[in-house]
């Protein structure tokens, strides 16, 4: 039977482990509600009172007792086992295993709750046990977030024999580990799923169509351009052959995401950044699988993340760890030191897909002329999210004052969204813009055009 009532926060990480303090159960609390009708016995009757008072006594002392005879903490031994390192929004196993210490004796009664620090949504981390010899209690932790995630103790209440009281225990068991973002929805499946679930505005873009680099030679067929009919390969083999050309590989991606103020807000649940990082390896992982060379610059005022383009598998390891603990700051975002970092020694052609949020138009005004000193020699795409709260409200039609100025408010948010839009693509930069959800596929998306259309 477990204790009533709710358990204390937990102690510093590295803290020892006390005798404990005792807990009465719900066992004694109802043992107590008992007692009170020798009390009101006691009122009507004056001479009931000292017999009342002898089982009140007895009581208090049944519970001293039963807290003496409870187990103490040497009693066991207790483990912890996560894996060191999660994936944010993936359901994880947390194993606790108890094990009973030579020389002790029956069966230890109790419960057990794992303190896990605030953020992550967990199930079944508080349960009773009774433990015989060796026990293993499991419960379901799914991280909401990307960082550390540092546990610390583990609260044990111990019952004694008669049930009557508990010694609570603080375990300490310090802890931490990595939350990565969800790798394991960057396989071609996925991404092949999330493009095809897009709405029209967003087509697919056949990757394979376009190019510059030749790839081989087929047979024609009916819808082909006839700009690609090789006419040589024709005649030797006496039927008609089109070339096919596929984008060209190792060209330089490099990914900005700016953690400033504007990032640290919340869309769809999930703070901007966190979808931005998201559609970072989504890229990263297309872009590394085509052959190109990618890097990866995070910002506000200062740098807080920074990777050269590379090539392989390996790149991709280095990026997901380079951006698991990487937060949005409340300053703004120095534009121009990110792209003088950037390119201070980069002299190739680059595809520079900077996300941010264009809701600010003089933190935007700010990028735009930077953005064009980059304008031919490399080719910048800024990607930015949508608020879908704010496009509904925008449009909504307002039934009080306050719908009226909110919607006033909403639509020249919009307008001064799309006329930064606009002035971005008349400065040579390609624009993305989608809602959360579609965020991450948009972006992949307007790669796939670059390299498709051979604009890089």
Sequence with gaps: MSGAGGLPPAPRPGASVTRGRPWPTQRAVVVAALGLVPGVVAVLAPRAALACLVLDALLLAAVALDFARAPRPGALRLTRHVDPVLSSNRPATVRLELER???TRGVIRGALRDA???GPRVTGHHQPFALDDRLTLT?????TTRGELAFEAVFLRLEGPWGLCARQVAWPLPHTVKVFPDLSSLTKDALALARASEDDARRRVPLRSEGREFESL???????DRRAIDW??????SRAMVRVHQPERNQVVLLMLDCGRHMAGEVAGRRKLDHAVDAALRVAKVSLDLGDQVGVLAFATGVKASLPPRKGAEQLRAIAHALYRVDASLEESDYGAALDLAFSRNVRRTLVLLMT????????????????RLVPRHLPVVASMLDDDVRAAATATPETTFDAHRRRVAARLEADAK?????FRDAGARVVRASP???GPATVNAYLDVKAKGLL
């Design 218 to 224: 087929r047979e024609y067929r009916p819808g082909d």
């Design 116 to 118: 896990v620090p605030p």
């Design 419 to 423: 006329a930064t839009v606009a002035r």
């Design 357 to 372: 949020d264009l809701v600010d138009p003089d933190a935007a005004y700010a990028l735009l002329s930077r953005t064009r």
């Design 101 to 103: 210490a030579p020389g």
């Design 139 to 143: 419960y379901q932790l799914e991280p």
């Design 232 to 237: 040589k390969a024709t005649a030797r083999r």
């Design 437 to 439: 959800g579609a965020f």
